[in-house]
Structure formats: structure tokens, C-alpha cells
Nanobody, 118 residues
């Protein structure tokens, strides 16, 4: 059974920091590309950051320079370090795992709430 379990969300003041974690089980983690998405109320889910199985990363323009995605294959975990948080970063953050081989495998976590407010 595949599980992606996010943690680390919460309430933080503008300018603050949070680190999200996503622990994966039931998959060969190291071969998967991992991503963080977010969805704010009334908006579509959007890609925040992604990291390939080789460690290359890319970011949404809105978070470049503030967020950092990383992975620890020994711990089957992907992280999202979020600094200089803004109220517009408020959303439910979701972890995603994708493997594109002869068939595509795509898994989602349950999400973790991040609220940036004073």
C-alpha cells in the first residue's frame, strides 16, 4: 500500500518559516520524481516545487528564492523549506510522487494546511 504522509504545516506569521515533510512508503522512493503542490480556497491546485530522482529542482516563480525542495532517499522523505512566508502562501500543501516508465504511477498525499497570518 502506497502512502505519502505530509507533516509540518501550521500557522505562522508573515515573514516566518516552516518546513514541510512528506514521508513515503510502499514505493521505490529513489526512482520517483517528487513535487509539492498547493491549493488555496477557490483556486486551482498549482505546482510549487519539484525535484527529479536525480536531484534537479524547479520552482514556481512565486516562490523562487524563498522555498527550497530537497529529498533524502535514505529516509524516503521529501522536504519543502519555506522562508519569508507571505499571506498568499496560505493553502493546503500536497505531496506528489510520479514515476514515468512503461506505465505512469502517480500518488498524492492527504495534504497539510499552511496558514500565514498575523
Amino acid at each position: 500500500q502506497v502512502q505519502l504522509v505530509e507533516s509540518g504545516g501550521g500557522l505562522v506569521q508573515p515573514g516566518g518559516s516552516l518546513r514541510l515533510s512528506c514521508a513515503a512508503s510502499g514505493i521505490s522512493f529513489s526512482i520517483y520524481a517528487m513535487s509539492w503542490y498547493r491549493q488555496a480556497p477557490g483556486k486551482q491546485r498549482e505546482l510549487v516545487a519539484a525535484i527529479t530522482n536525480g536531484g534537479s529542482s524547479n520552482y514556481a516563480d512565486s516562490v523562487k528564492g524563498r522555498f527550497t525542495i530537497s529529498r533524502d532517499n535514505a529516509k524516503n522523505t521529501v522536504y519543502l523549506q519555506m522562508n519569508s512566508l507571505k499571506p498568499e502562501d496560505t493553502a493546503v500543501y500536497y505531496c506528489n510522487a510520479v514515476y514515468r516508465g512503461t506505465s505512469t504511477r502517480n500518488y498524492w498525499g492527504q495534504g497539510t494546511q499552511v496558514t500565514v497570518s498575523s
